[in-house]
Nanobody
Framework: VQLQAFGGGLVQAGGSLRLSCAAS????????IHWFRRALGKEREFVAA????????YYVDSVKGRFTISKNNAENTVYLQMNSLKPEDTAVYYC?????????????????WGQGTQVTVSS
C-alpha cells in the first residue's frame, strides 16, 4: 500500500500549485485522505480532508477559500489545489489515509502516509 505525494515547488506569493496524492495497493473507499503540512521548526498541521466515498470535505480555517481538495476515483488520486499562496504556506506537505473521518486525528492514528512534497512560497 502506498501514498505518493507530489506536485510541490517554488512559487511567488499569490501564485498557485496543485498537489497530488496517488493511492495504490488497496481500495480506499472507506478511507478519508488528509493533507498535512509541516513548516520548518513547527509542528505538523492539518490542512484539509476528503472522504473517498461521498466526497465530503473539511478545511482548516487558514486555507478556506484558497485551497480546494478534490478526488479522481478513476485515477485513485486526491488533489489539493492551492491558490493565492502566501509565504506562510511554505512547508512540506504530506497526505495520509485514515478510515472514515474528516476530523484530524493524532498523527499515530493514521494508517498510511505519503513521503511529503516541498512547497515554497516566496514573498
Amino acid at each position: 500500500v502506498q501514498l505518493q505525494a507530489f506536485g510541490g515547488g517554488l512559487v511567488q506569493a499569490g501564485g498557485s500549485l496543485r498537489l497530488s496524492c496517488a493511492a495504490s495497493g488497496r481500495t480506499f473507499s472507506s478511507y478519508a485522505i488528509h493533507w498535512f503540512r509541516r513548516a520548518l521548526g513547527k509542528e505538523r498541521e492539518f490542512v484539509a480532508a476528503i472522504l473517498w466515498s461521498g466526497g465530503s470535505k473539511y478545511y482548516v480555517d487558514s486555507v478556506k477559500g484558497r485551497f480546494t481538495i478534490s478526488k479522481n476515483n478513476a485515477e485513485n488520486t486526491v488533489y489539493l489545489q492551492m491558490n493565492s499562496l502566501k509565504p506562510e504556506d511554505t512547508a512540506v506537505y504530506y497526505c495520509a489515509a485514515k478510515i472514515g473521518t474528516l476530523v484530524p486525528r493524532p498523527i499515530h492514528e493514521y494508517d498510511y502516509w505519503g513521503q511529503g512534497t516541498q512547497v515554497t512560497v516566496s514573498s
